[in-house]
């Protein structure tokens, strides 16, 4: 019986490429969207969509 130990690698902190998340910030107001796939902001209800393509 062998028991493999899971590699306890330490996540990397993100924050050094604001392309991942530029597309989640509402850029009418400023709130951080959680949700992928969501392409309304759910504060203001404007749609990402319609921003990213400007
Ligand atoms: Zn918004």
Known sequence: ???EPLPAAPEPE???DPACWANRVC?????FNETPG???CPT???NF???LDE
């Open 14 to 16: 993100t924050g050094g």
């Open 1 to 3: 019986m062998t028991e």
């Open 44 to 46: 203001c209800g404007r």
């Open 27 to 31: 850029p009418a107001c400023g709130a």
């Open 38 to 40: 969501t392409a309304t």
């Open 49 to 51: 969509g319609d921003l």
